[in-house]
């Protein structure tokens, strides 16, 4: 069974390992999502609005570019060393095509949540998460 991997990417540091789960799902990331079959780099609605400004563009915005470049350059060294070639997906936070990543996380917190969920994003399902799975 291949596990699927997921990666981190922020303002605060390195890349990080991140847990499949809507919890990891922030507005101020990129997340680097490594299924085997496809390569998902999505981008929280903070970095998207920042991305669409074309903030990358500006002298004084070189991290910002860096960070933009991080991800889609790991991107690229995966599907270069793989065989069959995976399908690389680029989305941002609440678009269609977020649906990549958000069919593999746990959904730690979805709209039945009785708090609402802590952080993260809420996915809309009605499957239970492994902490509920694990209880019962």
């Not at 997921?6 to 990129?30: C, H, K, M, W």
């Not at 095509?97 to 809420?122: I, V, W, Y």
Request: aromatic share 10%.
């Amino acid at each position: 069974m291949i596990q699927p991997t997921l990666l981190s990417y922020s303002f605060n540091g390195p890349p990080t390992p991140a847990l499949l789960d809507a919890e990891s799902v922030r507005q101020d990331v990129i997340l680097l999502l490594d299924t085997f079959f496809h390569v998902v780099v999505f981008h929280g609605e903070t970095i998207a609005a920042w991305r669409e400004q074309k903030y990358h563009e500006q002298e004084e915005h070189a991290a910002f570019r860096d960070l933009l470049d991080a991800p889609q350059a790991d991107a690229q060294m995966i599907m270069d060393a793989r065989f069959p070639v995976p399908r690389y997906i680029v989305c941002d936070q609440h678009k269609s095509e977020a649906r990549f990543l958000m069919a593999k996380l746990n959904p730690s917190s979805t709209h039945n949540s009785p708090d609402g969920g802590g952080g993260g994003t809420q996915v809309f399902t009605d499957d239970v998460s492994l902490r509920v799975f694990m209880e019962h």
